[in-house]
């Protein structure tokens, strides 16, 4: 195979508007043609000149654009986060493993700005007739993220829920403590999750004892996003983030020993969560 095909398709794109999702989180839209499918779950190595590449999940998609949507952590988000319309950033992509739809009755669970990749999961459930039940997390009702957006939605397939560690809005308390009850509460046949790494590590420690199918998608350091570099490999099976995720399944997650334990750092040094 040649490297050019690995490497992914790669242009520059011209933003066209940004959205402020919360006090610090950003959703930025770009054109694009839609030059091949994108399937909820995949990501993108977005470039921002003069700073670094980075990889992200795409948070929208039409006929004519894309979206990503970033929380500013280190250097290179915050650079995103300060741009504006009519600014250019490089694209390439897609890359990554999706999430399986074929599920009937779900329970999808986003913490922060892991909202992301379950923004186009959500509507695309949707839109097959899938019971879908959300529930948004974070630490306070000012965090949520998308909050007002699913607000909006009125449908008999759908349900919103909310859960904040302050109390501010919705259930008082961690997102896995709200999960619990409603996995109590309900049957679901898939439960989807993005967010922090410690919260989705709980939330398959639950999916175990209900016996409820998970699919999660995770994040690690990318250097190259298509297999290359090998810096976003699972201990100890050797399983791509990039090329064999982001998305895994709960079987694949039982196999990972550093999965909620810890992860690497920009030079490979273990970290602890």
């Given at each position: 195979?040649?490297?050019?095909?690995?490497?992914?398709?790669?242009?520059?794109?011209?933003?066209?508007?940004?959205?402020?999702?919360?006090?610090?989180?950003?959703t930025?839209?770009?054109?694009?043609?839609?030059?091949?499918?994108?399937?909820?779950?995949?990501f993108?190595?977005?470039?921002?000149?003069?700073?670094?590449?980075?990889?992200?999940?795409?948070?929208?998609?039409?006929?004519?654009?894309?979206?990503?949507?970033?929380?500013?952590?280190g250097?290179?988000?915050?650079?995103?986060?300060?741009?504006?319309?009519?600014?250019?950033?490089?694209?390439?992509?897609?890359f990554?493993?999706?999430?399986?739809?074929?599920?009937?009755k779900?329970l999808?669970?986003?913490?922060?700005?892991g909202?992301?990749?379950?923004?186009?999961?959500?509507?695309?459930?949707?839109?097959?007739?899938?019971?879908?039940?959300?529930?948004?997390a974070?630490?306070?009702?000012?965090?949520?993220?998308?909050?007002?957006?699913?607000?909006?939605?009125?449908?008999?397939?759908?349900?919103?829920?909310?859960?904040t560690?302050d109390?501010?809005l919705?259930?008082?308390?961690?997102?896995?403590?709200?999960?619990?009850?409603?996995?109590q509460?309900?049957?679901?046949?898939?439960?989807?999750?993005?967010?922090?790494?410690?919260?989705?590590?709980?939330l398959?420690?639950?999916?175990?004892?209900?016996?409820?199918?998970?699919?999660?998608?995770?994040?690690r350091?990318?250097?190259?996003?298509?297999?290359?570099?090998?810096?976003?490999?699972?201990?100890?099976?050797?399983?791509?983030?990039?090329v064999d995720?982001?998305?895994?399944?709960?079987?694949?997650?039982?196999?990972?020993?550093d999965?909620?334990?810890?992860?690497?750092?920009?030079v490979g040094?273990?970290k602890?969560?």
């Amino acid at each position: 195979m040649k490297i050019e095909s690995l490497l992914g398709d790669s242009h520059s794109v011209q933003i066209s508007e940004v959205i402020r999702e919360t006090p610090l989180v950003r959703t930025l839209r770009f054109s694009y043609e839609n030059r091949m499918s994108i399937l909820p779950g995949q990501f993108f190595m977005i470039w921002i000149p003069g700073i670094d590449e980075i990889p992200m999940s795409i948070s929208a998609q039409d006929e004519s654009s894309l979206s990503i949507t970033v929380l500013p952590l280190g250097e290179a988000t915050q650079k995103l986060c300060s741009l504006t319309a009519g600014d250019w950033i490089g694209i390439r992509g897609p890359f990554g493993s999706s999430f399986d739809m074929t599920s009937k009755k779900v329970l999808v669970i986003g913490g922060g700005v892991g909202m992301a990749p379950l923004r186009p999961l959500v509507y695309t459930l949707l839109k097959q007739n899938t019971e879908v039940t959300l529930l948004i997390a974070a630490k306070t009702k000012d965090e949520l993220v998308f909050f007002n957006e699913y607000s909006g939605i009125s449908s008999s397939k759908f349900s919103l829920e909310l859960s904040t560690d302050d109390g501010s809005l919705g259930y008082k308390g961690l997102a896995t403590e709200a999960a619990k009850v409603l996995l109590q509460e309900n049957e679901y046949d898939m439960l989807y999750t993005c967010g922090p790494e410690l919260m989705m590590a709980g939330l398959y420690r639950l999916s175990q004892e209900f016996k409820t199918p998970v699919q999660a998608s995770l994040e690690r350091f990318m250097k190259c996003g298509c297999g290359i570099c090998g810096t976003c490999a699972m201990d100890p099976t050797g399983h791509l983030v990039c090329v064999d995720g982001p998305v895994f399944r709960g079987e694949q997650l039982a196999n990972f020993n550093d999965f909620g334990r810890y992860y690497r750092d920009a030079v490979g040094i273990k970290k602890k969560y």
